[in-house]
Structure formats: C-alpha cells, structure tokens
C-alpha cells in the first residue's frame, strides 16, 4: 500500500509538536494558525508555578483544533496578569476535569497574542506577508506602491514588470537622482548576470523634414545659424547601453528578442531612466558556449542574427554581435 506524502502543513505542524523550542512566538502563533482549519487556535498559558525556560513549550491538535502552548501573552501562570489565586483555581479546575474556565482565559489569551504577533509584524514586510491571507491589502506595501507612483489601480499591470519587483526596487525607483550605479546594482540583482552601462552612446536622431534644410525656404539660410546638412544630427548625451555579460548559452537564449525577461529588463529600464534618454541592450555570449549551426535543431533553432555562427573552429573571442533595441524587447512573442 502506498503511503500518502505528508504535505507542508503536516511537516510544519508535525516540527512544531516534536521540537517546540525551535520557533520563537510569532512564527510559532502563525505556524499553528496555518496548519488549523479556520484559524481555530487556542492559546494556553503554561502550567505550574515555575516559569519555563522556553517562550513556546507545546503543541498539539485535537478534534480540529490547535492548541499552543506560549508565555508571550499569558493570563494567568507564574508570568501571568493575574494573581496566583487563579492559577491554582485553574488547575483545580482541571483536576475537576472541567474545562470551562481554562477556555474562558483563553478567550483573552489568545486576542492579545493576536495583537502581540501583528505589533511583531508591523514594521517587517517580509513577515507579514509571508502569514497575510490577502497580501495586497497590507498598508506598508500600499505606501511603497505610492512612493513610487504605482498606487492608483491598473497601472502595476501596464508597468511591465511585476508588483513584486516593482516594491522590491521601490527605494532606488522612489528616489529622485538617476545614476549608473544604481541602474547597474538594481539590473544586476534583477537578472543574477553580470551588468555594466556604456555611456553616451553615439546615435543619429532624424529631423523632421520641415527641419531640414531646402533651397528656397522663407526663412532663408544662413551658415552656421539655421543651416544643416543632412537628414539626421549625432546625439553623444541622449543615449547609452545596457550590456549583459558574459552570459552562458542558456542564459543567453532566454534574452532572446520577445522573451518576457528581455521584456522586464527594458520595462525596469525605462521606468528608472524615463522617457528622456535612449538605449538598447547588448547581450553577450561567452567564447566557450558559442555553438555551431547545425541544421534541425529542436531545442534551440538556429536564429540569422542572433545564435547562428558559422566557423569550424573554437571561438578566440565572446560574441558582442546580438544588439536589441527597444522596440523589439518590449515585443513579446506569443
């Protein structure tokens, strides 16, 4: 007979029972909420007359229900409120065999180590929404969708990366000074490649044709003042390069142009930088994942332009050939 997988829920509840001491109160509080159905927990203080030396000293489940054993809310006990005249009625009554007043303590017990666990929380995001049942209903992460102008609902949607990143960068996207090394600290962190940026990339930039000179205009032409040969003027401070690099070959087909992590990569760009500024990204391959073109390939079909070279001998150098602009990044395949 096949024995049934025990789930997270069962290894959780199971390490809390077997070695309680391990989990300090509020893990332990939230551990047991998991685990019980409806969040049925009863909280109970620790019996006797000598404080324990463990903040959780036990656990267990009966009839549907969990039962802690914790001293960071107590009622009554040798760290409760209370004075000790109602711990000995206490186990009195349990001698009695009644539960009735054990259960009416409980009741204030377990409220205040509710509120002891969310004072625990409040000022640690990553606690409270690991335990939070609606994660974007907690307030910190509201504020740090404000700070950095996502607040108003659909715009997290249009952003092209998700809300996660966008609160996991909030501090570089909320602050005012643009610079490169924290557009390379945060492209770093955000893809685990290595990242740099060229700056003031040469380009050309178009003009208008009513900008450009002709014979014959109203205005008439003088040299050096209105006067441009050409169609398009070179820009050295309006553009730059994010380079990605050396990457491994599989890493490497993953920015392929239309793939969603190309996609998130000019999406976060962008937002950083605005929408004054242009740039594209350059990949580049290491020397030693250069592969050749074979014909028929399944996994990764040869691509003219981006992982089709044709040589019959090892590579001497990295490819720095694949160059993606903007607009076929944001372009996601389907």
């Known amino acids: 007979m096949l024995q049934q997988t025990p789930t997270i829920k069962d290894r959780q509840a199971a390490l809390l029972s077997d070695d309680p ?5 509020a893990t332990a509080f939230r551990v047991a909420q998991f685990v019980s159905p409806d969040d049925a927990v009863v ?7 000598q404080p324990t030396p463990l903040a959780v000293s036990g656990f267990s489940r009966k009839r549907g229900h969990a039962e802690l054993k914790s001293a960071f809310a107590p009622i009554v006990g040798p760290l409760g409120s209370l004075p000790p005249a109602y711990g000995e009625l206490l186990k009195r009554e349990e001698r009695n065999r009644s539960g009735a007043l054990a259960s009416f303590f409980n009741l204030f017990a377990a409220r205040f180590s509710e509120l002891f666990v969310s004072a625990t929380e409040k ?23 404000a700070l950095i102008g996502f607040r108003t609902a659909g715009l997290v949607e249009k952003a092209g990366v998700s809300e996660d990143a966008l609160l996991r960068f ?19 962190e955000f893809t685990g490649l290595p990242v740099h940026i060229e700056q003031f990339r040469r380009r050309w930039v178009a003009l208008p044709l009513h900008e450009q000179s002709q014979l014959g205009q109203a205005s008439g032409l003088r040299l050096g003042q209105n006067s441009t040969a050409g169609s398009a003027v070179e820009d050295m401070s309006g553009g730059f390069r994010v380079v990605i690099g050396p990457v491994a070959y599989a890493d490497y087909l993953a920015l392929t142009p239309g793939s969603k ?18 740039f594209d990204v350059q990949v580049i391959l290491k020397k030693e994942d250069i592969p050749f073109c074979r014909l028929g390939q399944s996994d990764a079909p040869a691509r003219l332009g981006w992982n089709s070279w044709a040589r019959v001998a090892p590579a001497q ?3 720095a050939d694949a160059v993606v602009t903007e607009r076929e990044g944001s372009a996601i395949s389907a």
């Open 21 to 25: 001491g391990r989990f300090d109160p």
């Open 43 to 49: 909280i109970g203080a620790h019996g006797g007359i």
């Open 123 to 145: 000022y640690r995001l990553a606690r409270g929404l690991r335990w939070s049942a609606d994660q974007t209903d907690n307030g910190f992460r509201k504020t740090l969708l």
């Open 170 to 188: 909030s501090g570089l996207l909320a602050g005012r000074d643009r610079n490169v090394s924290a557009l390379t600290s945060m492209l770093c």
């Open 261 to 278: 992590r190309l996609a998130e990569i000019f999406s976060l760009t962008r937002l950083f930088v605005g929408s004054a500024l242009h």
């Open 317 to 319: 150098q990295d490819s």
